[in-house]
């Protein structure tokens, strides 16, 4: 059993995430400096941490967690275009995962997180440089759920046009 620490300033959504993770001792925090405290508190083995939140962002949270405490970080956000990956990536994360994404894969990369830590890889995109500390299988894992949820999006899309043109 895991400790994991999910900071989200939404009650609602960091309640559906920790019953997602059942079995696991879950902690959770409204925003960065909550989750700081928490950290100073004792051991976790993992943060799942929202980017949009009041205050401090997510990534922000990121490079502080990173700095003092070296834990593992999955940002969970519901954007989804690739600069925002790399921006939770460029900031440390180890994973990102979209909140409107299948719950299956999000279980897939904290368990992949909590098996073990890779090092960091640069990676160019649009003539920038990022540190990625992500591995190369977890990144591979990142852009096809990035592809995944832009096929769900256009499959909506679709079934719309078809329902709009039986009318």
């Known amino acids: 059993m895991a400790r994991i620490l999910i900071v989200d300033d939404s009650p609602t959504q960091a309640q559906s995430l920790a019953m997602l993770l059942d079995g696991h001792d879950v902690g959770m925090a409204s925003g960065g400096e909550e989750a700081r405290a928490r950290l100073r508190e004792g ?48 900031a440390g994360a180890d994973s990102f995962a979209t909140k409107n994404g299948a719950p299956e894969i999000l279980l897939q990369r904290i368990d992949a997180l909590l098996s073990g830590r890779t090092e960091a890889d ?46």
């Open 122 to 167: 640069p990676v160019q995109f649009m003539g920038q440089t990022y540190r990625i500390t992500a591995g190369r299988a977890q990144i591979l894992s990142l852009l096809l759920a990035t592809f995944e949820d832009m096929v769900r999006k256009n499959e909506l899309l679709v079934e719309g046009e078809r329902q709009l043109e039986e009318k």
């Open 43 to 90: 051991h976790w083995d993992l943060v799942v941490s929202d980017v949009v939140m009041p205050g401090e962002s997510g990534y922000d949270l990121c490079r502080a967690i990173k700095r003092e405490w070296h834990v593992p970080v999955l940002v969970l956000t519901s954007l989804s275009n690739p600069g925002e990956i790399l921006r939770a990536l460029e």
